[in-house]
């Protein structure tokens, strides 16, 4: 199983960017899925999750309003849509799968999470 993060880059504050994440190796419609974020410096922490059945999402507060994730199971791909973005957006960012399908609700740990992708970074400017 392999996970590929992209779209990250340059950005000033109050722009926008689309993450993405395909998956590969295996069917990845039944398992919930996970972005989480380091920001120079810091321990990795959780962003936003979105579950197995497209309906259950959960964000952290700092992005709420801001980000969106979605995922399009036909393309096997996950989405972080960011906006308005601000300077302490600036991180790695990492997407995970669940290593067991279903579950519910969906997580918020790194624990929750077995697979993981090699991250891109988002620098937002000031």
């Known amino acids: 199983v392999q996970l590929q993060a992209s779209g990250g880059g340059l950005v000033q504050a109050g722009d926008s960017l689309r993450l993405s994440c395909t998956i590969s190796g295996r069917t990845w419609s039944g398992y919930n899925m996970g972005w989480f974020r380091q920001p120079p410096g810091k321990d990795r922490e959780f962003v936003a999750s979105?579950?197995?059945?497209?309906?259950?999402?959960n964000y952290t507060d700092s992005v709420k309003g801001r980000f969106t994730v979605s995922r399009d199971n036909a393309k096997n791909t996950m989405y972080l849509q960011m906006v308005s973005l601000k300077p302490e957006d600036t991180a790695v960012y990492f997407c995970?799968?669940?290593?067991?399908?279903?579950?519910?609700?969906?997580?918020?740990?790194?624990?929750?999470?077995?697979?993981w992708g090699q991250g891109t970074l988002v620098t937002v400017s000031s």
């Open positions: 995970a799968s669940a290593k067991w399908p279903g579950g519910l609700p969906v997580g918020v740990r790194e624990s929750d999470y077995g697979y």
């Open positions: 979105i579950g197995w059945n497209n309906i259950n999402t």
